[in-house]
Nanobody, 128 residues
Framework: QVQLVESGGGLAQAGGSLRLSCAAS????????MGWYRQAPGKQRESVAV???????????NYADSVKGRFTISRDNAKNTVYLQMNSLKPEDTAVYYC??????????????????WGQGTLVTVSS
């Protein structure tokens, strides 16, 4: 079993900062892309920031236009952990933030399967 466990959500004032963390655990061969999505009340889930694997895809990042210049995604590959540093928070950043991982898991001798794993979500509330 592979799981993602998030931490770091909570309440912040507009203009403040929060840092989210997400650690992958379980039977893992390799973690490819990791990232963060969010879902605000009454809205669809949207991509916030995604970072590809440094080994397989060069470690590139992709940010939603709404967070560029304010949010920074980073990874600690040794710990299979991804972070989201959120600065200059706005009330419209209020949402449940979900961690995402594209993970390769071993299935036996030289056999692997590709998984898309989601965390349980962590609530970020930004007050004005």
């Amino acid at each position: 079993q592979v799981q993602l466990v998030e931490s770091g959500g909570g309440l912040a004032q507009a203009g403040g900062s929060l840092r989210l963390s997400c650690a992958a655990s379980g039977s893992i061969f390799r973690v490819n892309a990791m990232g963060w999505y969010r879902q605000a009340p009454g809205k669809q889930r949207e991509s916030v920031a995604v970072m590809s694997s440094a080994i397989t895809s060069g470690g590139g990042t992709n940010y939603a236009d709404s967070v560029k210049g304010r949010f920074t995604i980073s990874r600690d590959n040794a710990k299979n952990t991804v972070y989201l540093q959120m600065n200059s928070l706005k009330p419209e950043d209020t949402a449940v933030y979900y961690c995402y991982g594209a993970i390769v898991a071993p299935e036996g001798a030289s056999r692997y399967r590709n998984l898309e794993v989601w965390g349980q979500g962590t609530l970020v509330t930004v007050s004005s």
